[in-house]
Structure formats: structure tokens, C-alpha cells
């Protein structure tokens, strides 16, 4: 086996959850192979760099063997070498920092602890009333 298709490859290799799902990023071109977009048949061989973007990141992968067949998440380092700069996992870690203030308008009920930040920032605070004030007038 000198060559296996582009999602089948990234199916079996745990990039994506599902071949369909592989299929249709080559679709949409966020696969690249050596700095070209590819179509689902694209080909691979062994020494390929893949990069495939899953927004807001891009990964970069090398071919280190070839399969078809789906492999256990223990195997996947004998099939691709992870060659994604530190930077793109920067950019994951901040996403995932800022969930709350990106959050779209309509995209559901705020969680319980979004809740309690909304009252906290709009409930008036009042001062507090141990205090006995006389005034003489």
C-alpha cells in the first residue's frame, strides 16, 4: 500500500470523528497536502504534510505510515507526527478563555454561574444599615 485517499487517512488517524465529516473539510478546503488544497480522493504518501483547519486552530500533521483501517488513540503516533506550532494551541486556550464574552446572542439560556454574574452586576449594593444616623435640625 503506496497510497491511501486523504479522508480516509484522516478518518482512521482520529483527526476527525467520521469520514463524513473528513470528506466534507476537504470539501470545503481546510485540508492543504504540501501547500495545495485538496479534493476527498486526494492520495497520500508517506512524508506528506497535512494541515487541516479547525477554526480557530490550524494542525499540522506528517504521514509516518499509512492505513485504512481505524486505529486505537494509542497507535495514532506510529501514523502521524503532530507538527503543530505552539501558537495554534495558544489561540485554543484563549478561545476557550473568553467562552463567556463571545457568547452570541440567542445561543441559549445563560449557564446557572453566568446567571449569578448577571444579578451580582445589576442587583444595587446598599450600604450597610448598622449604622444609626441622627440628624439635628
Not at 491511501?4 to 473539510?25: N, Q, S
Not at 495514532?76 to 505552539?86: A, C, F, H, S
Amino acid at each position: 500500500m503506496n497510497e491511501v485517499r486523504i479522508d480516509k487517512w484522516m478518518w482512521a488517524t482520529r483527526i476527525f470523528k467520521t469520514r463524513t465529516i473528513a470528506l466534507e473539510a476537504c470539501k470545503k478546503n481546510r485540508v492543504v497536502v504540501n501547500g495545495v488544497d485538496v479534493k476527498p480522493s486526494r492520495m497520500v504518501k508517506v512524508g506528506d504534510i497535512i494541515q487541516v483547519r479547525k477554526p480557530p486552530v490550524t494542525y499540522s500533521f506528517k504521514v509516518l505510515d499509512l492505513t485504512v483501517n481505524r486505529v486505537g488513540a494509542k497507535l495514532v503516533p506510529n501514523y502521524l507526527e503532530n507538527m503543530t506550532p505552539p501558537e495554534q494551541y495558544e489561540i485554543l486556550e484563549l478561545q476557550k478563555i473568553n467562552g463567556f464574552i463571545d457568547r452570541a446572542h440567542g445561543t441559549g439560556r445563560p449557564t446557572k454561574k453566568e446567571r449569578r454574574d448577571l444579578d451580582n452586576f445589576s442587583e444595587p449594593t446598599f450600604v450597610d444599615d448598622s449604622f444609626d444616623f441622627e440628624f439635628d435640625f
